[in-house]
DNA sequence: ACTAATATTTAGTTTTGTCTAAATATTAGT
DNA sequence: ACTAATATTTAGACAAAACTAAATATTAGT
């Protein structure tokens, strides 16, 4: 695969949301910032190939093969991400365009071993899965802080309220996206959360627990 | 730079033994295995950007951009080397091709911070030194382990008699290119040489050391 | 069901990097 | 210095991946 074949794999699987559902040549268009019109080009020679169920006007899909290349390398793009800020202190928000040129480095002892490196990661800094080598993983959703069940464990992953007071209060209370979260205990009383966070044990509000999504896996 | 760009200033740098020679189009062609005429079109267009000095017939130097490029393209290249032979368990003889698509990797934070988790190392797994981000660096020689000063350590990088007798020995006392090697105390009465390798010391012929090359910085 | 709006494809061009074959320049041998 | 061998460049073509503009298909609104 070439690098642009692969990054169209990539665009058509994640519009697909993973479910493989049909995606319009518009939609890859869009994704991929390209033109139409170059779409249908490459869609035609990836059908060729193998890769995509492709009807013209009817969308285009992953094959069974197709699918396999695209878990393939989102595994490599979110062990990448790992890598990134597990060890050499990227932050949350850097990673992306990064893992995007290291996702298409081409050998199997490197993704093998950097995951062993990594010591078999199950998500990436985002919360997002990481397929193993055969291309399983788990589904993800995204819950308020509120309304997962005592004991779960996730990454924060964004805010519903992002006014300067409440990113004020994350930031004095170093809780930053990223971060993985866990929620201990909650008071019957006002239904504040005891959370663990980095080590720390903090106490917040349901207020504040609304605000603030986690990833977890569903 | 493009990814073929910058395949031939590397070509370009390395044909010029790091000292700008001036080289011919047929060696860079032979060097990137493609045709002359390939290599007179890429030559015009580094001229244009800048980066090499061509005269039609005349043979291709780089410019002090061009000088400047091949040395960060050669830092990214023997840092990548490193990572994966201290990191990922990669043999000395494995690193060179997946290095060889890791240098293209575009990322000024990815190099330093790479340089950083590394330990700022000075050579590659196979002895050759590792220019700084500005592009300064030792130079290496290679020399006998009989013919160096004591105390000097260096990179085992070749041997001269390669018989399978030798190889054997050499395998029974565990030493393989790629390892570093201390030269302790040489014994007066018949030149065999005190060595330390790998936390081990072990006792050579002066036969065995005249057969085994290091790499040692200038 | 018909038309207008939208989506998609086709046809023809461009750019990058390569190639082959032919032309031209350089170098070496006498 | 001349010719033969070799090196290099030029000209023209091709494949990949993109684009623009025009043509065609689909969909939605009435």
Redesign the pocket.
């Known amino acids: 695969m070439?690098?642009?074949?692969e990054?169209?794999i990539k665009a058509i699987y994640h519009l697909g949301k993973g479910e493989n559902l049909t995606v319009?040549?518009?939609?890859v268009a869009e994704q991929m910032?390209?033109?139409?019109?170059?779409?249908?080009?490459?869609?035609?020679?990836l059908s060729d190939k193998g890769v995509v169920n492709?009807k013209?006007?009817?969308?285009v899909s992953l094959t069974g093969y197709g699918q396999k290349i695209a878990l393939s390398l989102v595994r490599k793009h979110r062990l990448w991400e790992v890598f990134l800020v597990e060890k050499l202190d990227f932050s949350w928000d850097e990673v992306h365009e990064v893992a995007e040129q290291l996702e298409h480095i081409k050998s199997e002892k490197l993704i093998d071993q950097l995951d062993k490196h990594l010591g078999y990661p199950q998500v990436d800094p985002h919360g997002d899965p990481i397929p193993s080598k055969k291309g399983e993983f788990k589904k993800t959703i995204k819950k308020s802080l509120n309304e997962v069940p005592m004991g779960t464990s996730g990454i924060c992953v964004g805010v519903k309220d992002s006014s300067p007071p409440f990113l004020k209060f994350l930031d004095k209370n170093k809780i930053a996206l990223g971060d993985t979260i866990l929620v201990l205990e909650k008071e019957e009383f006002d239904g504040s959360l005891y959370i663990r966070i980095k080590e720390s044990k903090i106490h917040i509000s349901n207020q504040i627990a609304s605000n603030l999504y986690l990833k977890i896996t569903a």
Chains 1, 2 share one sequence.
């Open positions: 070439t690098l642009s074949e990054d169209y319009s040549t518009n939609a910032d390209t033109k139409p019109s170059s779409v249908t080009d490459m869609v035609k020679k492709y013209p006007y009817k969308g």
